[in-house]
């Protein structure tokens, strides 16, 4: 299983915050086809060989995927798009 994690520092209000990991999960689940739901102030995400969690803090958003044995070949792929949306969305906001 290959594991995918990536911290995003923000300077974002704890509202602003959930809107944009709820911009970033709309985006990974339209792509990867991705059920998403909010515990508290983490997001949990799943498909088929796929699943994870969003959690926000305070000054950061850490993301945790764990891939099954096929996507793990996409490891590098995915975890650079991920970074890249989750950069855009909370350094920018």
Request: hydrophobic letters at 50%.
């Amino acid at each position: 299983m290959a594991d995918i994690s990536i911290v995003q520092a923000h300077s974002l209000t704890p509202e602003r915050a959930r809107a944009a990991a709820q911009e970033v999960a709309d985006k990974i689940a339209r792509e990867y086809g991705l059920a998403c739901k909010w515990e508290g102030d983490v997001l949990r995400f799943e498909r088929s060989g796929v699943h994870g969690a969003l959690t926000l803090g305070a000054q950061q958003a850490a993301m945790e995927i764990n891939l099954g044995f096929l996507m793990g070949a996409f490891a590098p792929s995915i975890r650079a798009k991920v970074a890249e949306k989750m950069q855009k969305v909370f350094a920018a906001a």
